[in-house]
């Protein structure tokens, strides 16, 4: 049994992943899909210390989405007594985290040991993403070797990618002719428009999106999917992996939309110090998509007349689980960000962004920006409601420029 352990923590939980939800008519079991083995194996030239000491090969398979095997050869003149793997994931961090696994092997002046990366018990990683990871190997001597640091990239080499890349955003997809992507890639860039002109936000750095021919194929490159996932965004990473088909691309496009925005805002307020309210997150993304969906109309609506809105307070925090709050959540989160911007302008909104990049609590951001708390928010924010019932639309930008108006099936 191998004994690891990981010497530094990220400095938040899980690796962030937003999905998007598709519209199925019925429930059923999902499998993980053909896991394709990928091995890369370094031969690389041995390495010394002084003493006699060397690594003689080094290796790492991928099994993607579920394992990497990291496996290692020593040998010396003495007893090897002590080998060590170090590996970091390369993603935006305010912290350089390194893990370090203690490999258990029985000594002698030769040893091959091996540890396994199970991501069904860590979490997984996104299709794309790289992995650092080097050696470190002691002797009874106290000679010590340490290998240079490997790449090693986690693709999912079940199909057979082709490129596309515009500005900072290159896509990846395998099924359709180029007219497919270059739509999508058209879309991308409306929705980039759209961000900059309603807001202010722009993309800062390069970002990769991974077009899957359908649901079923996306969630073959996932740990434990859940069976509605349609899409998602991989902040800390700067992916997005989406399956889009042509009979389901308006919604396709729609969902695109909606989580390149939380990449971009994701960018735009970075912070080793906190995070955004969630209202204002989904907002932001759901307005990117387009009008709003009539059901979102019609539960904000709904929850007006019967006085049931759920506070500005309360949606700054992760939404229910249960549908209809959810629902609910998402159409005021819309609602309250398309005041803002209405009300107050581009200018007030990039502001707010910039705010929160620098640390600020979400009262104190919003008391910067605009003279008011949460608290204040959400009176303002209602009584813009009673005076707009029925009349939530999007269409043209803060500063009037238009976009296409997409229709959407469903949505994060």
């Known amino acids: 049994m191998v004994n690891w352990t990981v010497l530094s923590r990220r400095i938040s939980g899980p690796w962030p992943a937003r999905k998007t939800k598709l519209n199925l008519k019925s429930k059923r079991a999902i499998l993980l899909g053909v896991i394709v083995s990928l091995s890369l194996l370094f031969n690389l030239a041995p390495v010394y210390a002084e003493g006699g000491l060397r690594i003689t090969n080094s290796s790492a398979q991928v099994q993607f989405p579920l394992t990497i095997s990291f496996s290692v050869t020593a040998e010396s003149g003495v007893d090897i007594t002590d080998i060590r793997l170090h590996y970091k994931v390369l993603r935006h961090s305010f912290a350089d985290v390194t893990a370090e696994i203690y490999l258990q092997f029985v000594s002698a002046p030769e040893v091959e040991a091996s540890w396994d990366w199970d991501m069904r018990r860590t979490g997984g990683l996104p299709p794309g993403a790289s992995i650092q990871y080097w050696w470190t190997v002691k002797d009874a001597s106290g000679d010590q070797v340490e290998t240079g640091p490997f790449t090693l990239p986690f693709d999912d080499e079940r199909f057979s990618w082709q490129r596309l890349t515009q500005g900072l955003v290159t896509m990846y ?79 396709g496009k729609g969902a695109l939309a909606h989580e390149l925005t939380h990449l971009v805002v994701h960018q735009m307020t970075l912070n080793p110090y906190g995070g955004l309210p969630t209202w204002l997150e989904e907002g932001l993304a759901t307005r990117s998509e387009g009008s709003l969906a009539y059901y979102y109309v019609n539960a904000l609506n709904q929850a007006i007349y019967n006085g049931s809105l759920i506070s ?37 909104m990039l502001e707010l962004l910039e705010t929160f990049r620098a640390g600020a609590s979400y009262d104190g951001a919003l008391m910067e920006v605009y003279g008011f708390d949460t608290n204040g928010l959400d009176q303002l924010w209602r009584e813009y409601l009673s005076e707009s019932v029925g009349t939530i639309t999007v269409g043209v930008a803060s500063d009037g420029l238009s976009r296409r108006t997409i229709g959407l099936s469903s949505r994060t």
């Open 312 to 348: 500005v307070q309360s949606i700054s925090s992760p939404f229910s689980a249960y549908a209809d709050l959810a629902v609910l959540s998402y159409a005021e989160s819309y609602s309250v960000v398309d005041y803002l911007v209405t009300t107050y302008g581009k200018d007030k």
């Open 173 to 251: 997809w395998y099924s359709g002719e180029q007219a497919f992507a270059e739509e999508l890639m058209l879309t991308i860039e409306d929705a980039l428009d759209w961000l900059e002109a309603d807001t202010g936000a722009i993309l800062l750095e390069p970002i990769e999106i991974y077009l899957y021919a359908n649901s079923q194929d996306l969630r073959g490159s996932m740990i434990f999917p859940q069976e509605w996932t349609g899409g998602v965004a991989f902040t800390m990473y700067g992916r997005i992996a989406i399956g889009i088909s042509p009979d389901n691309l308006e919604w």
